[in-house]
């Protein structure tokens, strides 16, 4: 369905964000979305890995007016995958993942007082090399120093998934049974994970091959859901699926070359669209009934330029859809109109509706650094 047909009779507002890096950022979002952000009680967080942001929207309760959308701007270097977990956020990068405290105390002092309900700050990172971080979740099992579980990564260059490790690049943790060695070659272009009990239980991919980059020429057609318990690959034939993910009992994948939304059962691979949407889908979060979907524009230059989606470039979008999962609609909208063609992944922080965020490089944005010393005794 065309983005009309999705969100009929939805007036939209349009905005000028930041001029970041020579970039004029222009957006658009519909009414209906912060009364829904609202409504959830909770913030969304999207990155945006080539422009540099992490971009989170919220609809404050206080210190600003009601009914509109508060969008900030936090500069990191390619931010690609992001996990919430009690207290914290960890966001991927380009060499490193960074981790991100949650000091609630903080929140209430910083200017306009009353605002803010939650403020991370970021407090460490875990050098890991550029092995091309893609998804990023935290799974139970031995508990990490943020005491919320082990994060586990999507690391595509090495074809696995991995956690950090105190003194080596990383502690590979599992790779798809196909993939005969660790090797930084980027052989199947592993890029999502589904977590469900605390523990990896889905994972995507654009190939089931066993060469270096050897996904690029089957891509279209090549694309693959595993079950990471079993090693069984449960769909195949997809065209370029990322972002699984397990609510209310359905495995829901973004068909990201046709640009849906789809369920498919993992007892016999059995697709079924939820919703068509004017984007290359990428990054997925769900908070009860509704599915927060990321939606990319496609580079000329891409090696994304030969998907199906890519035959109607007019009417590709940049931004998140939010859909109804028991009736296929989009319910509200956010739209990138310049300055940012491509996201990677989205959060939902619930129960957080106004959140700070001071980024590893707070120092580029509009509010000063935030600093921080042990009490006093």
């Not at 009417?315 to 998140?320: I, P, V």
Request: aromatic share 8%; glycine share 10%; proline share 8%.
């Amino acid at each position: 369905m065309s983005q009309e047909e999705a969100i009929p009779g939805q007036p939209t507002q349009v905005f000028s964000g930041p001029t970041v890096e020579s970039r004029d950022i222009q957006y658009a979002y519909s009414e209906s979305l912060p009364a829904v952000l609202a409504d959830l009680k909770s913030s969304l967080v999207i990155s945006t890995y080539r422009a540099g942001n992490l971009v989170v929207l919220s609809a404050p309760q206080t210190g600003a007016p009601q009914g509109q959308l508060a969008v900030a701007f936090h500069t990191f270097e390619r931010p690609m995958g992001v996990a919430a977990g009690p207290g914290w956020l960890a966001v991927g990068g380009r060499r490193e993942v960074w981790f991100l405290r949650s000091a609630p105390a903080i929140a209430g002092t910083i200017e306009p007082r009353g605002r803010y309900d939650a403020c991370y700050l970021t407090r460490s990172a875990q050098f890991t090399g550029d092995i091309h971080c893609h998804e990023l979740a935290w799974v139970s099992g031995a508990t990490g120093s943020s005491g919320t579980g082990e994060l586990w990564i999507v690391n595509t260059l090495f074809s696995c998934l991995c956690t950090t490790h105190p003194s080596c690049s990383f502690a590979p943790r599992w790779r798809p049974p196909f993939v005969s060695a660790l090797a930084p070659e980027d052989r199947c272009h592993l890029n999502g994970l589904a977590v469900a009990e605390g523990k990896a239980r889905y994972v995507t991919a654009l190939a089931e091959t066993d060469s270096a980059r050897g996904w690029r020429p089957v891509m279209l057609n090549g694309g693959c859901v595993i079950d990471v318990a079993s090693n069984q690959t449960i769909s195949r034939g997809l065209i370029m699926p990322h972002s699984p993910r397990l609510a209310d009992g359905r495995l829901l994948v973004l068909h990201s070359g046709l640009g849906r939304l789809v369920t498919i059962d993992p007892a016999n691979g059995r697709l079924e669209t939820v919703a068509d949407l004017p984007g290359y889908t990428r990054g997925l979060a769900i908070h009860g009934s509704l599915a927060f979907v990321g939606l990319s524009k496609l580079r000329a230059a891409s090696l994304l330029a030969g998907v199906p989606i890519a035959a109607q470039p007019e009417r590709l979008k940049c931004g998140s859809a939010v859909v109804d999962l028991r009736t296929g609609q989009v319910i509200a909208h956010f739209e990138f109109l310049s300055g940012i063609d491509e996201l990677f992944d989205i959060q939902i922080l619930p129960g957080i509706t106004s959140p700070f965020i001071s980024g590893p490089l707070a120092d580029r944005g509009p509010e000063p650094p935030i600093w921080t010393v042990p009490p006093t005794r």
